[in-house]
């Protein structure tokens, strides 16, 4: 496997283009995004666990049950969400104005919205300018596609890797997101949407997305708040004219382990770009009595308000990871626990056996005033281990969200 | 029942005193508080669920179990937690001391600590304090009490209120408590001492202040951080010589009103003065199919980070309350709720049905820029509703919480 350019445009058969159309007041910002495959595609999607749903996970959600679709539409700018039945009818109205320009049918498009909640989406700002979003389409266009989905975002979340099945075709996969606010996936995610080029069957691309989502979009949080409208969608075209993978194999393996590769950067991207975030955190769950447990205890320590701020202030305050431990669900044997703190700038311990070790406040400093910093927690317990990421909470957190509506 | 004065040192019978000794470095702050019976009381507590609990906290369990107590000793500057047998040792020390002054056993006195963790507690620092703590015992020591257990607390949480029993008797309950930060009481809250001359057994006591509990200081938020310190403690030292409180009946209703009274008011209390707070949150959720659904629900709303910098910046979106209704894990059908905003400034209906409501942007603001703002939800499904109290999320949480330890 290897990293290459081009993100959703990367696979074969693929193109992509993003606009401003007026969904948004500023002319600068692109606020609408096309993805459209060649030949109709295996689909595989995870929507959010929200009971609140936004209109377009609904009909996107009935788009996809039979497994397959050709294109993603993508405003940003108003979530269409909290709209009732005519949100439906906007949501289903935007497939319907893709498949009137392209050899698509309505059904296989896929139709998603992010942005405020709660008040109805013009369709006809989309409409107007659907010409120019077509005529964009482009097999460089993910870069425009990219920043149309992008709210407050403010670095690329763009992947491409490239893979050698078994029998010599080489299959390429490529990805775009955006993450930033009201992150915290559960069974699913913000919005990524994922190309390749690569034969395999749809229920095997279901399996492989949903494995890879259960271990890294499902493992982040920016603000504990898990979004309406939280989406991820594979697409795979076929293009690449490998032997489809339609069963457990080396392929299979292969392939779940380039999506993994996918899925854990663009993941990381998005807790690294939560909204205000000025730092990385990952925190590293080992000696657990389970997998599930380290995920509940490695999800509590970068959710906490707490460890958010003092990572912020590059504060080893780490008393506050011990107590996200401790309230979380999970087993914890407080005596048992050891902690560190790790950066490209130095590994500090700061516990051993639940009780603390001296330590230089002059490095810990150091240490934490990384853009990553990883937390390293040891429980003692057993030998499962997990992965979450978050980031810092700061005072743009509080300055974006204090007036995002207004 | 009626308001009175005095707090803590308003029943007959109880003194208090609040010095600084030298836990905290600023001169100005006092930092060790000491409450005092005459009689040993029948005594009551709710601790932390936290797994991680502060040293103190095993230590008052311990003096706890039989039901009695004198007297309360209180430190803040360092919580004396995640500190091994040291600390259990150093918290064993603190009832000594008080025991070595007064004619008070060392089991019947209650040990706190609030203030940063993972520090061991120099007990030294407490010993040179002692003599000029038991000579400044008062029965007007609440107010030195009170400010000597604050951390980043910013407005006095004190109340006491008169109730007439039904032989003719009245007696008198007073409080103090601290909030701030590390707010996420579950089955407990943080500091709240709580003493009454009312004679009542402590099984009384003890099932009278869990349910206050359940319904006032478990169902606020500040952070979202369920602290390793949470303990709440009722001392009724029996003076003002009632018929005892020995089983449910009219006085024992009236007792539970009372403490209800007391326990609801430190609750917003503590809330409206969430570190960084400028605004008081209240969330009453009606229209649920049960008390518990409706307290998860409100709970979601009001912890919502979200919510918290909307309401910061006074800004009407509601699209986010209908969001944290929506992943909390109790029953919500999206198409029946209704929405509304109110304050001192007006009410203000957005949503009905699930579906927008046209809304005047200005009277929005001025609804939401009072300091103390309810949001109400129907969720039009059952006859249930619980209320939760919680607080804006401000640039100042974070300055706090940035460097709060170094």
């Known amino acids: 496997m290897k990293h290459i350019r081009g993100g959703v445009t990367a696979p074969s058969g693929f193109t992509a283009s993003g606009i401003h159309c007026g969904v948004r007041r500023n002319k600068e910002k692109k ?12 689909a595989a ?33 108003n979530a269409n969400t909290c709209t009732g039945e005519a ?13 009137e320009r392209l050899p698509v049918k309505a059904e ?16 006809t700002i989309i409409e107007r300018g659907m010409d120019a979003l077509v005529e964009g389409l482009s097999p460089t266009g993910s870069i425009a596609a990219r920043e149309a989905i992008m709210t407050t975002d403010t670095i690329k979340k763009e992947v491409a890797v490239s893979l050698e099945l078994a029998d010599g075709t080489v299959v390429t996969m490529g990805a775009i997101a955006k993450g930033s606010g009201m992150i915290h996936p559960n069974m699913a995610t913000m919005l990524a949407f994922i190309t390749t080029d690569c034969a395999i069957a749809a229920p095997m691309l279901q399996a492989a997305l949903s494995e890879s989502t259960r271990r890294t979009f499902n493992r982040i949080s920016v603000d504990g708040d898990t979004s309406t409208n939280d989406m991820v969608v594979a697409l795979a075209n076929g293009k690449a004219g490998n032997a489809p993978i339609v069963a457990e194999g080396p392929d299979s393996r292969a392939f779940q382990e380039a999506l993994d590769e996918i899925c854990v950067e663009l993941a990381r991207l998005i807790a690294r770009d939560g909204e205000g975030a000025t730092k990385l955190m990952e925190c590293i769950v080992s000696g657990a009595v389970s997998e599930d447990e380290a995920v509940l205890l490695a999800k509590a320590v970068i959710s906490s308000s707490l460890v958010k701020t003092a990572l912020f202030g590059s504060d080893a305050n780490w008393g506050r990871v011990l107590c996200a431990l401790g309230y979380s669900p999970a087993t914890v044997d407080p005596g048992k626990i050891a902690l560190a703190f790790e950066s490209g700038r130095g590994y500090l311990e700061v516990c051993k056996d639940g009780a603390p070790i001296a330590f230089s406040e002059e ?13 390293l927690v040891d429980l003692g317990l057993g030998k499962a281990q997990a992965t979450a990421w978050g980031c810092d909470l700061s005072y743009e957190y509080v300055r974006i969200n204090g007036d995002y509506r207004t």
Do not use: Y
């Open 363 to 375: 490095k810990a400093k150091r240490v934490l005033s990384d853009t990553e910093v990883t937390i």
């Open 108 to 123: 296989d498009v896929v139709v998603a919205s992010t942005g405020v909640i709660g008040q109805l989406l013009d369709v």
């Open 31 to 42: 606020d609408l995004a096309l993805i459209v495959s060649e030949l109709p595609c295996a």
């Open 87 to 99: 949100g439906i009818a906007v949501a289903q109205r935007m497939a319907e104005l893709v498949a």
């Open 45 to 77: 999607a995870c929507f959010t666990t929200n009971k609140v749903k936004g209109q377009p996970v609904v009909v996107s959600a009935a788009h996809l049950a039979n497994g397959v679709a050709q294109a993603i539409i993508c405003n940003s700018g």
